[in-house]
């Protein structure tokens, strides 16, 4: 083999199979069949601002998403880099398909250093959507702030040196950055008001079903979490403590719904239906199902399935119904 012909394939190998391959490997490690957790509820909010003001700024909720994504992407890609011991062991030890990393960068190598910053790009574009939200389209100060207090819970819920995953804050953080945050930012792009009412309302029960999320899948990973002192809530309650504290999320979660429902906010009607499934999933976790690993993954695949469908309706239901008031 000549060596033109020698070259033209290697630079064929190098741009064709192996650029597919890393192509993969960064969809993977983006996780986007998670986006909808920060999307949805951002579209929530957005939903019901619209249905106060009816104004419709479909510029600054595009613009606003795609922050919104890129924010969940530093998130992802700065936990598969800090999180890497811990997610080697998890995998030798009780992970299932929705606990730990993704093992992307044990499995292809892919240098953390490349994720790091690719992180930090992301990071910066985002920030650029927040300039151009506040200023660009004159939002001002308060939604930047807003934006920037999402970005910095998701940029160190793994980074050093806060690490708000390894001091048992994180999955409130994670309640207020994918559940009343995102559907406050949303209402306020259409309305131009922060009126708490609504926000709180809608944002409740989006919040305490993504904490729900979180707790339950730190389950399969207690075994590496404890041993590399990562100290979540679920290491430092104990599983048979965070499956009580499951059960009495899921009880608050019902009771989001089923209260403004019976007080006459028919926005909620269309999340009823979901309360069933909330009564199962804290029922199953209450009654020790997580022990055994089918199980256990059952309930993390149906607790996701429950902030979603939750979200959905409640956009649903205010877009049918009309404003919260």
């Not at 792009?189 to 926000?199: C, G, H, N, T, V």
Request: hydrophobic share 55%; aromatic share 12%.
């Amino acid at each position: 083999m000549s060596a033109f012909r020698l070259m033209f394939f290697r630079n064929r190998f190098l741009a064709g199979r192996p650029l597919s391959l890393m192509m993969t490997a960064w969809l993977r490690l983006s996780r986007p069949e998670f986006h909808t957790v920060g999307i949805f509820p951002l579209l929530l909010g957005a939903a019901a601002g619209y249905r106060a003001s009816g104004n419709l700024e479909m510029l600054a909720l595009i613009i606003a998403l795609l922050a919104t994504i890129m924010i969940m992407l530093v998130t992802y890609w700065t936990g598969e880099v800090f999180d890497y011991e811990v997610d080697v062991l998890s995998a030798r030890l009780e992970k299932n398909r929705f606990s730990g990393g993704t093992l992307v960068l044990q499995t292809t190598g892919l240098a953390r250093e490349k994720v790091l910053t690719a992180a930090l790009v992301m990071a910066i574009l985002a920030t650029m959507g927040g300039v151009l939200l506040s200023w660009g389209l004159g939002y001002g100060l308060s939604l930047f702030v807003a934006g920037a207090i999402g970005a910095f819970m998701g940029f160190f819920y793994s980074t050093p040196p806060f690490r708000w995953a390894y001091r048992g804050v994180g999955e409130i953080f994670i309640a207020l950055a994918y559940g009343w945050l995102p559907v406050a930012v949303g209402y306020h792009l259409q309305a131009r008001a922060w009126d708490a009412f609504p926000i709180l309302l809608l944002g409740t029960p989006v919040a305490i079903s993504i904490f729900m999320v979180i707790l339950i899948n730190e389950f399969p990973d207690y075994p590496a979490d404890r041993q590399l002192n990562k100290r979540n809530l679920v290491v430092r309650l104990g599983r048979e403590g965070a499956a009580r504290l499951y059960a009495m999320a899921a009880g608050l979660l019902v009771a989001s719904l089923l209260l403004p429902a019976s007080a006459g906010i028919r926005a909620f009607l269309p999340a009823l239906p979901m309360t069933v499934l909330a009564v199962l999933n804290g029922l199953s976790v209450w009654q020790g199902r997580w022990r055994d690993k089918a199980c256990l993954e059952q309930l993390c695949a149906r607790s996701i399935l429950l902030n979603v469908s939750i979200t959905l309706m409640l956009a649903a239901g205010v877009l049918v119904f009309g404003p919260v008031t």
